[in-house]
């Protein structure tokens, strides 16, 4: 009953999507000074949380963080969202589509929750028209989990040796970074990274590098923590997230500082229109999005066509 109440509440907080047109070719080079827009995105590449630091010191402080966090991950997210981030990413599989015999590349996922979706639900699709027979195309499919941090990576392997993906030949776990990702081009047909672009020092750069190692006709797909828009439910989300949240990470993770980290970062990243125009400029076409739970959190996509 509770679980329907739920699906009910993600379902009915929904809002419309924004398909944004093709971006016009870009304008002649010329000396001026950068638009207050530009420059805003251009400094979110040295700020971690509300404090400014420098490019080379930002992925070394939300290491930090993610290797404080890793073994109580899973469990705040659940606290945190009163477990809707499963039907968010429930979500994101859906428009994703995944099909037997694709290469799936999952950024930032090393606790394996989305990449699990994803070959479930191939799994589903290869049975429904095999009948359960083992094909070649399903023994093509194959889904790399790329996460930088290694105790990340740690965690989502112990899951999926829980599960009995232990000895799926189709499922590696790959250290790497999203803004120099090891992969060739055009190698995958899809990309997912949820919850973790934000984290990034450059947000153009991790653009870049999945337009680059998408195949023609690939998708790219981004749940992240976004802006709420709604007056009331704003204030009310405010005082949820800088009052409740980092208080429920003292309680539970023992760590209050990591969580005030992800709080701030949310506010300092892009807006829903912003981070769509930034996809548009990485050379995605078709770029829309979703909000969910009145903004709470949108679902970008773009196609490389």
């Known amino acids: 009953m509770a679980l329907r109440a739920v699906r009910r509440l993600?379902?009915?907080?929904?809002?419309?999507?924004?398909?944004?047109?093709?971006?016009?070719?870009?304008?002649?080079?010329?000396?001026?000074?950068e638009a207050p827009a530009a420059a805003f995105l251009h400094s979110h590449a040295t700020s971690f949380g509300y404090k400014q630091v420098r490019e080379e010191e930002k992925s070394k402080l939300v290491g930090n963080v993610f290797s404080s966090v890793a073994s109580s991950y899973d469990l705040m997210n659940d606290l945190m969202s009163?477990?809707?981030?499963?039907?968010?990413?429930?979500?994101?599989?859906?428009?994703?589509?995944?099909?037997?015999?694709?290469k799936h590349l999952d950024v930032a996922g090393g606790t394996g929750d989305v990449a699990f979706r994803v070959l479930e639900r191939i799994k589903s699709v290869s049975h429904r028209a095999m009948q359960g027979t083992l094909t070649d195309t399903e023994e093509d499919t194959?889904?790399?989990?790329?996460?930088?941090?290694?105790?990340?990576?740690?965690?989502?392997?112990?899951?999926?040796?829980?599960?009995?993906?232990?000895?799926?030949?189709?499922?590696?776990?790959?250290?790497?970074?999203?803004?120099?990702l090891s992969f060739e081009d055009g190698s995958m047909d899809g990309y997912t990274i949820a919850f973790g672009i934000r984290n990034?020092?450059?947000?153009?750069?991790?653009?870049?590098?999945?337009?680059?190692?998408?195949?023609r006709g690939g998708r790219f797909l981004c749940l992240e923590l976004s802006h709420v828009d709604v007056p009331v439910f704003k204030e009310i989300y405010d005082v949820y997230s800088f009052s409740v949240v980092p208080t429920m990470g003292e309680l539970v993770a023992d760590d209050r500082q990591s969580y005030q980290y992800l709080v701030e970062s949310i506010r300092r990243f892009p807006n829903q229109e912003k981070f769509a125009q930034m996809i548009q400029e990485a050379g995605f076409q078709r770029v829309e999005y979703e909000n969910l739970v009145g903004g709470v959190v949108a679902i970008h996509s773009g196609l490389k066509l």
């Open 142 to 180: 194959h889904i790399y989990v790329c996460d930088i941090n290694p105790n990340m990576l740690n965690v989502g392997k112990k899951r999926a040796a829980e599960r009995g993906y232990s000895g799926e030949h189709c499922l590696s776990w790959i250290q790497g970074d999203a803004e120099a």
């Open 200 to 215: 990034v020092t450059h947000i153009e750069k991790a653009l870049a590098e999945a337009y680059r190692v998408l195949k």
């Open 10 to 33: 993600a379902s009915c907080s929904r809002q419309g999507r924004l398909l944004l047109p093709s971006p016009a070719p870009a304008p002649a080079p010329c000396n001026r000074t």
């Open 82 to 102: 009163v477990g809707l981030h499963r039907l968010w990413k429930d979500r994101l599989v859906s428009k994703l589509n995944p099909f037997p015999g694709m």
